[in-house]
């Protein structure tokens, strides 16, 4: 069964006075289960297609179905509450707020859900376990390396136990072995909670890692 | 969620101090203007209101019925005839601290050489020098003044007191004869040698030109009558005014007395005038400093919206609903207003404290002849109302940045750089 299903989907924008392609007629499914890698240059329309399926962005035509539910009808608090409920997103560039703590970083997700304070602070320290900074709860982003604050994000996207976490080039701010480390961890949450992992990258090693891998090239699958 | 939101807003003020503190400066500085010029006016206007009251009008006046519509043009048709027992009703009222009598009628003054027509009144000397008193605000002048020679009194009825600008046109000094002319109650006319005991002044100017005061004893004996046309009341406090004055409509109906009354307020035409338009002008001086709080924050906010857009994305993209995002930035701007609001009352209420006492030695004013010490006079609603416009003016200037915020597209929010 298809937790996400994408059909003629395309975007486009403009950039200035010319007329950007982002998409062009994209179809994909995703199945439960997987860790699916989106690979292709800069500018093929990864982060596009990664916006569109995490309804952060609107398309130009085609349609969605996350978890068999199809979001161009939805208000944008209907999708607000689409993606705390479903979806977790990992950024590039870590994205925690900076005045909170790795807890409340964490915790964020949860408080736009009615969720009990103890039950809260059970599912976030279990969160920042299974990424390993149970120890570091405390601190504020600016105390942690790239490496503990993308762990941060992947235990915030994870904490609200979504059915598909987005990441949009994970591991580019971080060296090599902090980048590995990051998508093992998110393979290991992968393959023992069953969480959809949707990836963009062009690091051929990171791609190893992913049970399939789409290839996007001016706004295209390439077959 | 508000609890984090609350967190969210507090630490997000301090985020950046400077731009913070200059914030809360502009505001607790608007703040402190309000409650400064506020307390200046509010002082303004309360040492002129009991000047006036206790210059002459009393707080309330009591006459026969008939006497304020017709009694300028037959002011003997309207007398009081049996005061005493009156007085007596009055001062039964609670909040009544005194009543005075009073007979007023146009004379002419002769010094033989000069003669000037006036308006005389004819006084109880004790009654009207407790009158006169405030003893509302500390270290008040009274009302009445004797700027030369000794007041009235009881013991000795044909001695009178000019005011000060009377005095001057006439050309007479304290000791000097004048003789007090008039048509008595049956029409006839007589007149009175009257020594002239001293000259006084009051916060009217105009009072001062054209009056003169008598003992009652030898008014009613010039214009052979036991009646009083007034029964001047005054009241433990100005603001009983108009609690007495429904008190005493009650009393005069179930009494079936034949009075009416005028309280101060309807009596005191300058002041009234003289209070709208400082009361207009401060509120335009409020919109100003409204006007400078809402556009310091609004440009705090703003670049703090600025600088936080891919924030917004961010918390926008893990599940918070635009309103949401709205509420976190209105927050931060209530934040800022009531902390702002609360410097603001504490400075204002400090520097007013100081000002006062050293004290803003004021000019005459218009109509006045005598200047006067202004202070600060803070009030509890000076300062709710001054902290109220500090914190409404915050919460406008960041509607706008907070609505610009909560309507941003996530996607191109979060590639904000």
């Known amino acids: ?223 | 969620m508000e609890l984090l939101n609350l967190k969210l807003a507090f630490r997000n003020v301090f985020r950046n101090k400077v731009r913070s503190l200059i914030t809360l400066a502009a505001i607790a500085f608007g703040c402190m203007s309000l409650i400064i010029a506020g307390g200046f006016f509010e002082d303004s206007f309360l040492q002129m209101r009991e000047a006036y009251i206790h210059s002459h009008l009393g707080h309330i006046q009591v006459y026969k019925k008939g006497y304020l519509e017709k009694g300028s043009t037959n002011p003997f048709d309207y007398m009081i005839e049996d005061p005493d027992k009156i007085n007596k009703l009055l001062n039964s009222v609670r909040h009544v601290k005194l009543v005075t009598p009073r007979v007023i009628f146009s004379s002419l003054l002769s010094t033989g050489e000069n003669t000037i027509s006036a308006i005389c009144q004819g006084v109880d000397p004790g009654g009207e020098e407790a009158l006169s008193i405030i003893d509302t605000i500390k270290g008040a002048t009274p009302g009445v003044q004797i700027e030369a020679g000794e007041n009235l009194s009881s013991s000795d009825p044909y001695n009178v007191i000019l005011g000060r600008g009377l005095s001057k046109a006439m050309g007479v000094q304290v000791g000097d004869f004048i003789i007090l002319v008039s048509n008595t109650a049956g029409g006839a006319l007589n007149a009175l040698d009257m020594k002239v005991k001293g000259t006084f002044f009051t916060a009217s100017k105009e009072f001062d030109d054209s009056a003169l005061r008598v003992p009652i004893t030898a008014a009613q004996t010039l214009l052979r009558t036991n009646g009083v046309q007034t029964l001047v009341v005054v009241l433990d406090k100005t603001e009983n005014t108009d609690l007495v004055k429904n008190q005493l409509v009650n009393l005069f109906r179930d009494e079936g007395l034949n009075l009416e009354l005028k309280p101060w307020y309807e009596m005191a035409d300058f002041y009234n005038k003289t209070v709208e338009l400082y009361g207009r002008q401060f509120f335009v001086l409020k919109l100003i400093i409204a006007a400078i709080v809402i556009l310091s924050i609004f440009n705090t906010i703003n670049m703090s919206i600025w600088e936080r857009t891919r924030e917004i994305g961010t918390i926008m993209a893990l599940g918070s609903k635009r309103y949401e995002v709205l509420k976190l930035f209105l927050l931060e701007g209530l934040i800022l207003g009531i902390l702002g609001g609360l410097i603001g009352v504490a400075a204002g209420t400090g520097l007013g404290y100081v000002i006062s006492l050293i004290g803003i030695p004021m000019p005459p004013p218009p109509g006045a002849t005598v200047g006067w010490v202004a202070h600060i006079r803070i009030v509890p609603q000076l300062l709710f109302s001054s902290f109220l416009i500090a914190l409404v003016s915050s919460l406008l200037s960041s509607f706008y940045p907070a609505f610009k915020a909560s309507r941003l597209v996530i996607a191109d929010a979060l590639r904000h750089f």
Request: charged share 25%; proline share 4%; aromatic share 4%.
């Open chain 1, 1 to 223: 069964m298809s937790i996400v299903e994408v059909k003629r989907l395309s975007k486009e924008y403009y950039l200035g006075k010319a007329l950007i392609h982002a998409l062009q007629g994209v179809d994909l499914k995703i199945k439960e289960g997987e860790f699916l890698a989106i690979a292709g240059p800069s500018g093929s329309g990864k982060t596009t297609l990664l916006n569109l399926i995490g309804c952060i962005d609107l398309p130009t035509s085609g349609s969605i179905k996350i978890d068999n539910i199809d979001v161009s009808g939805l208000s944008s608090d209907q999708l607000a509450e689409l993606r705390a409920a479903k979806i977790g997103f990992i950024f590039q560039t870590f994205n925690l707020i900076p005045v909170l703590s790795a807890f409340e970083n964490v915790e964020y997700p949860l408080l736009q859900r009615k969720i009990k304070k103890n039950e809260r602070k059970e599912k976030v320290m279990n969160a920042l376990k299974s990424v390993g900074l149970e120890t570091f709860a405390k601190h504020r982003p600016d105390e942690l390396s790239g490496g503990q604050r993308q762990r941060v994000a992947i235990a915030r996207a994870l904490v609200s136990e979504p059915k598909i976490i987005l990441a949009d080039e994970p591991t580019a701010n971080l060296d090599h072995q902090t980048g590995t480390a990051v998508l093992e961890v998110m393979k290991k949450i992968n393959e023992e909670q069953g969480t959809v992992f949707i990836f963009s990258t062009h690091d051929p090693k990171v791609m190893e890692m992913a049970n399939r891998i789409i290839q996007l090239a001016d706004g295209k699958i390439v077959p």
